[in-house]
């Protein structure tokens, strides 16, 4: 266990929706990171906050965004859902350098 | 060409055997490397953390890093069926906010 959660575990929507994702970090971490894992493209990264700014940014699309809250938890908003946004989407935590732990992973499943 | 290639696999090895496994890069910046396990639909397990050149130990698990020739290998000595997983070299470098860039993985499969 990393100490790094997510939740829910499994969402499936319809094309179209908009949906949620949360993750809280390990203790003492104040970075969090979003990933995304889908069979085609591997685990790519989408966004980075730290202490509540946005750090970095990888090829996340318009349509998602993402916030880092006072008590260091995170979301990642995924709107006008497309079914190939379907896929697994990770939360990482760190204290801010490379060396990242990963969350269980949230299965993304859009009909 | 992907920046971080690895060979896909799978890599069948009976148990005891030691596992290589490989990842090339073509980008010079990159200064921290590191390997994850990741189980059938599980998140990525950090197993090893380097930074630029030379070998580091853990257990079984050996990682080096050849920047010179732009190579990481990950060696699993006395391997176990539990082993068994998908295994993901990942690197960054400091000017881009440590975001990873993964390799797509070699699927490992240990047989007793």
């Known amino acids: 266990d990393s100490g790094v959660t997510q939740t829910p575990k499994h969402l499936i929507t319809a094309t179209g929706q908009r949906v949620t994702l949360r993750c809280s970090p390990r203790?003492?971490?104040?970075?969090v990171y979003w990933y995304q894992q889908s069979l085609d493209q591997g685990l790519q990264f989408l966004i980075q906050y730290y202490n509540g700014e946005e750090r970095a940014k990888g090829n996340i699309l318009e349509r998602f965004s993402a916030q880092q809250f006072p008590d260091l938890h995170s979301e990642l908003n995924l709107s006008s859902l497309e079914l190939g946004d379907s896929a697994l989407y990770f939360c990482a935590s760190g204290t801010g350098g490379s060396e990242q732990y990963f969350g269980p992973g949230t299965r993304l499943t859009v009909t | 060409q992907k920046e971080v290639e690895q060979d896909p696999g799978p890599l069948s090895v009976p148990e005891g055997a030691i596992v290589s496994l490989n990842c090339t890069y073509s980008?010079?910046?990159?200064?921290?490397f590191m390997w994850y396990r990741q189980y059938s639909r599980k998140g990525p397990e950090l197993l090893m953390y380097?930074?630029?050149?030379g070998n580091k130990e853990d257990g079984r698990f050996t990682a080096q890093v050849d920047k010179s020739s732009k190579y990481i290998s990950l060696f699993i000595r006395d391997s176990q069926p539990s082993d068994s997983a998908t295994y993901l070299c990942a690197m960054s470098d400091d000017n881009a906010g440590n975001m990873l860039t993964f390799g797509g993985g070699t699927r490992l499969m240990v047989k007793p």
């Open positions: 980008n010079s910046a990159f200064q921290y």
């Open positions: 203790s003492g971490d104040l970075s």
């Open positions: 380097t930074y630029s050149s």
